[in-house]
């Protein structure tokens, strides 16, 4: 990989901050966007803005072209069977409060369990509380050890003939963990269980191939690999699609509607209620277009090594625990100097020009099982080069002689 080149297509990475170089290490937050996704959104609003699938007129035409390509992008992206198993949402979040809303009505019953990680994200623990709470159903959590890896051997025990779900992320955006999904799944199949895979922090580092899988559902953000925000998908196997009832009522998602009832449109338009973000979509396209032309396994890969270098060398550091060794992680490094605030580091770190996460990363679970309250949080993109890692090394050796005693 040729890293350097990578650097020139994102423009925001040549910028100062405080009058140093920007060190971005907060890509697991969101990721930044190169040239090619820019110039898509630029050429979306100067060439062919128009509504989607409402119009007979040319631009009309054009932008539905465009969304429905995305579509199909995302489809041999991820591999999935049709077109239709791809719905368009926000992001994962969005998707995710879809499934509980729309597979909840239709398949959970007073009594049924659902079954989460303990390293889930809030967005796939909340939707599940709330339509649980709807539905008088229950919760039940797998847990993991203190390398951060899932206890999956647990399973077994935890699930029952009520068990109506299993949602699992398939890399933690706290310790960086790869999970076993596929087992995971292939155990859930084996009780007929469905399960849900949150790919919000796979997509952009791991081969995700839906079919092999085997996953029911899938959850993705575009801004996570690079595309625009507010742009994300659902992937449900189209019999799960059928059968849910949508999400929301408005535009585009009806087939007739009268007073006396109103009929739904083909998948997947029955869960795309309203005006959806079609130049998102277009965004994402371009953006997966230039993962390809990197290539997820060369990204991968080199991501891999800036992990172990930096893993390497912030432990070395004396007086800071790692949160999450896993034998399989992506390049996710959760950290604390002890005895300062993750907070005063981040600032400090900020102050160098160095951006790093701090807190609890939406994942308060996580937290409470090493008894702390945040991390300081460096992630890894394609563009973050080894001598970024040696700028946030001396960063956390500056913040530690300035915060500990
Ligand atoms: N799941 C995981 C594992 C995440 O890391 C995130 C965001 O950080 C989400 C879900 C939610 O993604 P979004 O905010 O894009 O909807």
């Known amino acids: ?120 994200h809030h967005s796939n623990i909340v939707p599940w509380q709330l339509m649980c709470g709807r539905k008088g159903a229950k919760l039940k959590v797998l847990p993991f050890n203190d390398k951060g890896e899932l206890l999956t051997a647990e399973l077994g025990k935890i699930i029952t003939p009520k068990t109506k779900l299993i949602c699992v992320t398939y890399v933690s955006n706290t310790l960086g963990t790869i999970n076993p999904v596929q087992g995971i799944i292939y155990q859930a199949h084996l009780h007929g269980i469905p399960v849900l895979v949150d790919a919000a922090q796979a997509i952009q580092h791991v081969k995700i191939d839906v079919q092999k899988l085997d996953c029911d559902f899938l959850a993705l953000s575009g801004h996570k690999i690079y595309a625009e925000t507010g742009i994300g998908v659902l992937y449900a196997k189209e019999d799960y699609l059928d059968k849910m009832p949508p999400y929301q009522g408005g535009g585009d998602m009806i087939k007739n509607v009268s007073f006396d009832g109103s009929t739904w ?25 230039y993962v390809e032309t990197i290539g997820l396994s060369n990204i991968a890969e080199y991501e891999k090594q800036l992990l172990d270098y930096a893993s390497q060398k912030i432990s070395s550091i004396d007086g800071i625990t790692i949160y999450g060794n896993a034998s399989k992680k992506a390049s996710i490094i959760s950290f604390n100097i002890n005895g300062a605030h993750h907070y005063d580091v981040g600032m400090v770190l900020d102050k160098l020009g160095i951006a790093v996460r701090t807190g609890t990363h939406c994942t308060e679970p996580i937290m409470k099982h090493y008894s702390i309250t945040g991390t300081v949080r460096a992630s890894f993109a394609m563009y973050n080069t080894f001598e970024e890692i040696d700028v946030l090394v001396e960063g956390i050796k500056k913040a530690k002689k300035m915060l500990v005693n």
Do not use: W
Request: hydrophobic share 40%.
């Open 265 to 289: 449109a083909e998948l997947p338009l029955k869960f795309e209620a309203g005006t959806s973000n079609f130049v998102g979509a277009g965004s994402l396209h371009a953006a997966l277009d």
């Open 1 to 120: 990989m040729d890293v350097q080149n990578i650097r020139k297509d994102f423009p925001i990475l040549s910028q100062k901050i405080y009058g140093h170089d920007l060190v971005y290490l907060d890509n697991a937050a969101t990721t930044q966007k190169p040239q090619c996704v820019l110039d898509s959104i630029m050429k979306f609003y100067t060439q062919y803005n128009s509504n989607i699938h409402r119009g007979v007129h040319y631009l009309s035409e054009k932008a539905t072209e465009i969304y429905e390509a995305a579509r199909l992008k995302v489809k041999d992206f991820i591999n999935a069977k049709s077109r239709t198993e791809i719905v368009f949402t926000k992001g994962s979040t969005e998707a995710i409060n879809m499934l509980a809303y729309s597979f909840g009505e239709a398949y959970v019953q007073t009594g049924d369990e659902i079954i989460v990680s303990e390293m889930e």
